[in-house]
């Protein structure tokens, strides 16, 4: 009897997890470095990129650059784990980036809303040099 009591409980525990759940096994020294891959906004077509992630403090600081256009939101961003889900609003704009590392591989998505412009919804797919 008591075998399958301590079984119940194990699978009791086991299905209280969420799916959701973030992974938090990403440090910032982790998301710190250059990485070159390809952008394309609203599904247009693919450019070569370089996103560049940078520590500042217990934040991120993150910019990229497509030809010789270079984005950047200007502060430190938060992270938790291997996710970056962050919204910056200042002087009418507001700028969305989020973004997962899986390993050395980094998906980014960013949009910047400026009063009722909304920019395009830009996606990256990059790999650490």
Known sequence: MKPLAILTLCLLIAGCGNDDDIDLSCMQSDW???YTGTRS???GAEVNVTVTISASGSQLMVSYVTGTTVVTPGEPIDFTGCQIDEDIVGQ????SIKATLDGNELELEDRLVFGSAIGPLCQIRATKN
């Open 32 to 34: 710190v470095g250059t």
């Open 92 to 95: 009418g704009a507001n700028y």
């Open 41 to 43: 906004c609203d599904g």
